[in-house]
């Protein structure tokens, strides 16, 4: 039983302390209040979401129903699936903050020595972990039904609760480390706060509440206490920092990037006003094979964990170094690309996910629809700008990289909208998330608003999980029919 006088105190300090002052209007302010009452703590997730609110109210709303609501698996299940995913990307926020959920929700302290202290069933759960983790297009019906038919089956039900909290962790991997959110405040190595700071009036941002982490302590954002968030009127948010000249562009050593800002809207415009030929089906899937072969000749940070990570995520690892490889330089011939056409979330996934695990399909649907539609209309400093052809680029490169090819879709304009730093930035945080530093964040989108820079970290976390996702639910599909 919850004493609703602790309930209030509770409530009371989130509202004097923990509530940064960027959450301006009521309704991200009521979120962050929610965010702390229900984990007894403003965490750094939900304060980097905070800047779109109509998506953490989303967001919340299903890891609640994943994590909280009634369904197949039990409480101690759901939070060591969860640490099971983050342990793939080397996640150490994420881990620290399972296990000790894993322990509130009364889950046995033996089972975090490690894998091999836990349940078999969940052992039997470790392949489809890493393929869905890295290489998605591996998993077959054969995956399903050894696990269906163990010598501890799960159920399907129980099944599609389990893939979906795995693909939701992974793709909140690169969340987290794409806004490079560290360590909560009760876990190791967290901030603390201090009397001057909980007494102080100053605002207090964003960048205060959760500093960028990385492979290396040289990598670390640095803050100040001058360092504001404030809201505009479409609910944007800018992030105040003070490399915003008195024309409010923002410079990159002394250069103003609005420039980038300009030329990409300038191409937006032009693709709006004079839209390519419409080519064929067999055209399209031709400039498709192209990009993904020039994809993957896209290079990316190489990096090693550190020892403290290691110590952390290694007892949840067999096979650590198993790791993404380029889709389009497969080997394995029997792997096929995935045509949209042929099974999408919207026409196949949605109903099968929905028939197994009741209600989350309409979860999953608003969280995508709603990461991939929202805008301000705003880029940069610039207002009334039609984003939906970048956002698309995004969403549709993403998938590029996991072998999904949409048929509908002119994979010519990826060129046109996506520089190659972007490219890169974007193919680290969804492929090697844990490679990610704080110059990666910094050199791409120049002149974007740090909100904006969020959202698209918001798009890689979406379109990854639907990607995973659609591998598995098309293998479970096999196995069903």
């Not at 009397?195 to 500093?211: D, G, I, N, Y």
């Not at 698309?392 to 999904?404: L, P, S, T, V």
């Amino acid at each position: 039983m919850i004493d609703c006088d602790v309930l209030k105190l509770s409530a009371a300090t989130c509202e004097q302390f923990i509530v940064p002052s960027y959450a301006a209007d009521e309704e991200t302010h009521n979120l962050f209040m929610d965010a702390f009452i229900e984990n007894n703590r403003l965490d750094g997730v939900s304060q980097v979401m905070g800047y779109h609110p109509d998506y953490l109210r989303i967001f919340m709303s299903t890891q609640h129903f994943l994590l909280r609501e009634d369904g197949p698996l039990s409480h101690d299940y759901r939070q060591y699936i969860a640490i099971m995913a983050a342990a793939r990307h080397h996640c150490t926020y994420l881990v620290e903050v399972h296990e000790q959920d894993f322990l509130f929700h009364g889950g046995d302290p033996e089972w975090l020595k490690g894998l091999d202290h836990a349940p078999r069933k969940l052992r039997d759960l470790y392949e489809i972990n890493k393929l869905l983790a890295h290489q998605p297009w591996l998993i077959t019906k054969e995956h399903m039904l050894k696990l269906l038919k163990s010598s501890e089956p799960w159920s399907l039900s129980e099944l599609m609760h389990a893939i979906i909290l795995l693909t939701h962790f992974h793709a909140l991997c690169s969340f987290v480390f794409g806004c490079g959110i560290s360590a909560e405040v009760d876990s190791q190595g967290g901030h603390t706060y201090v009397e001057s700071v909980l007494t102080s009036t100053a605002p207090t941002s964003l960048s205060t509440c959760s500093s960028y982490t990385s492979t290396s302590p040289s990598d670390a954002i640095t803050t100040t206490s001058s360092t504001t968030a404030t809201t505009n009127t479409t609910g944007a948010a800018s992030n105040g920092r003070s490399d915003v000249n008195s024309n409010g562009n923002c410079q990159v050593n002394g250069v103003e990037s609005n420039v980038c800002v300009k030329a990409l809207m300038e191409k937006m415009r032009q693709m709006q006003e004079a839209p390519s030929e419409l080519k064929s089906a067999a055209e399209r899937i031709k400039q498709f094979n192209m990009e993904g072969k020039n994809t993957a000749e896209i290079a990316v940070p190489n990096s090693k964990q550190s020892a403290s990570k290691s110590e952390i995520v290694n007892k949840y690892l067999q096979d650590g170094d198993f790791a993404y490889t380029d889709f389009h330089t497969r080997t394995c011939t029997e792997v096929q690309t995935f045509c949209a056409c042929d099974y999408s979330w919207e026409d196949h996934g949605f109903s099968l996910a929905n028939r197994l695990y009741a209600d989350i399909g309409h979860y999953l649907d608003d969280k995508y629809s709603t990461a991939a539609n929202m805008t301000y209309y705003t880029m940069g400093d610039l207002r009334e700008v039609d984003t939906s052809s970048f956002r698309r680029a995004i969403w549709n490169y993403i998938h590029i990289m996991y072998g999904i090819c949409h048929d509908d879709y002119d994979y010519s304009e990826l060129n046109q909208l996506l520089e190659i730093k972007l490219k890169a930035y974007i193919k680290t945080l969804t492929c090697y998330p844990e490679r990610l530093k704080k110059k990666d964040f910094d050199g791409v989108m120049k002149g974007f608003q740090h909100s904006e820079k969020v959202h698209v970290n918001l798009m890689v976390m979406e379109a990854r999980q639907q990607a995973e996702l659609l591998y598995a639910l098309r293998a479970l599909n096999c196995y069903l029919t």
